[in-house]
């Protein structure tokens, strides 16, 4: 089955425990991005990614990183997290051919809880 | 900056009634519009896609339409039932930088 897997689906951790949420894609996608869901405020984007070693800064990528070194693995790495980091968090991918037709498919979620 | 907004937050029908959600957007140089259906502790599903060339849309029961110059987009859609309660956002593309941005959604109740 086609289908973005996301890491943990829920955790709760505390200020300045390294933690990282890992994503993997099974559907050959150069494109990967990652979004935070807030209540009243949609979906932002974080970082997301082109191709293999492509990463670029979204709407809010402050404290987060990212890598991309295979193509069917983008973990977000939050070195130091602070509480106002609890989120929803989504990753998701597509091709990146005809991508005016291509739509984004999602990972289930991951809400992740700073103390 | 792509502001897209959704009013209204919330709404409540009863089952059989029509649906219209409302999305609006600053900037009317998008490179398409979509809409996502969200259901709770899953990812967002994707709906429908119009391309900024397109007028509308369908998929079955669902009709979305597009009017850049006023920035709007409308989804419709028909004959509501109870399996259609979720929460629908819409995002806009920014020509074809891959980025989107996202209303903050509709949260649909359709009461049996």
């Known amino acids: 089955e086609a289908q973005v897997t996301q890491n943990p689906r829920y955790l709760i951790t505390v200020t300045g425990k390294k933690l990282t949420v890992t994503c993997s894609q099974n559907?050959?996608?150069?494109?990967m991005s990652w979004y935070r869901q807030d209540p009243g405020l949609g979906l932002r984007q974080i970082y997301y990614s082109m191709n293999v070693e492509v990463t670029d800064k979204g709407d809010v990528p402050e404290g987060y990183k990212v890598s991309r070194k295979e193509k069917r693995n983008f973990p977000l790495i939050l070195e130091s997290p602070s509480p106002n980091q609890t989120s929803l968090y989504f990753c998701?991918?597509?091709?990146?051919?005809?991508?005016?037709?291509?739509?984004?498919?999602f990972g289930a979620g991951s809400r992740l809880t700073v103390l | 900056k792509q502001e897209v907004t959704q009013i209204p937050a919330a709404l409540s029908v009863p089952e059989g009634e029509n649906l219209v959600l409302n999305c609006s957007f600053t900037?009317?140089?998008?490179?398409?519009l979509q809409w996502f259906r969200q259901d709770p502790g899953k990812g967002l599903t994707s709906l429908l896609l119009i391309q900024s060339s397109q007028r509308e849309q369908t998929s079955g029961r669902l009709n979305a339409s597009l009017d850049k110059s006023s920035g709007r987009s409308t989804l419709y859609i028909a004959a509501s039932q109870p399996g259609d309660s979720a929460t629908y956002l819409c995002?806009?593309?920014?020509?074809?930088?891959?980025?989107?941005?996202f209303g903050a959604g509709t949260t649909v109740t359709v009461r049996a």
């Open positions: 995002a806009a593309s920014h020509s074809n930088d891959y980025k989107l941005s």
């Open positions: 998701a991918s597509r091709h990146l051919k005809d991508s005016g037709a291509n739509v984004l498919t």
């Open positions: 900037d009317s140089a998008i490179y398409n």
């Open positions: 559907m050959n996608h150069e494109y």
